[in-house]
């Protein structure tokens, strides 16, 4: 059973930097494309980042181009987001998802598998 656990949110301020972890556990990480969703309160889920299980290919929402990293760890099974320059409309929970697609996927509907959680908030 593939389970996802998230770690590394918090409260910064505006102009701040944040690292978010997911490992996955219960099966091969590398078969996995990895994404990174978040939910704003009383807003839908969103795409954020996302990095495919091949080559390592990057794609990001332009809310975030330049100034979010996602990049992954096979030998430590483990995705990571790396947040700069962070700002108050950045605030929301972050979740950690995962597809065996071969490419990056933009909509939730098309992860299988889903961590619980961590919520981000930036103040100004």
């Known amino acids: 059973q593939v389970q996802l656990v998230e770690s590394g949110g918090g409260l910064v301020q505006a102009g701040g930097s944040l690292r978010l972890s997911c490992t996955l556990s219960?099966?091969?990480?590398?078969?996995?494309?990895m994404a990174w969703f978040r939910q704003p309160p009383g807003k839908e889920r969103e795409f954020v980042a996302g990095i495919d299980r091949s080559v390592g290919t990057a794609e990001y929402a332009d809310s975030v181009k330049g100034r979010f990293t996602i990049s992954r760890d096979n030998a430590k099974n483990t995705v990571y987001l790396q947040m700069n320059s962070l700002k108050p409309e950045d605030t929301a929970g972050y979740y950690c998802?995962?597809?065996?697609?071969?490419?990056?996927?933009?909509?939730?509907?098309?992860?299988?598998?889903w961590g619980q959680g961590t919520q981000v908030t930036v103040s100004s």
């Open positions: 998802a995962a597809t065996r697609s071969h490419d990056v996927e933009f909509i939730t509907y098309d992860y299988n598998y």
């Open positions: 219960g099966s091969t990480f590398w078969l996995y494309t």
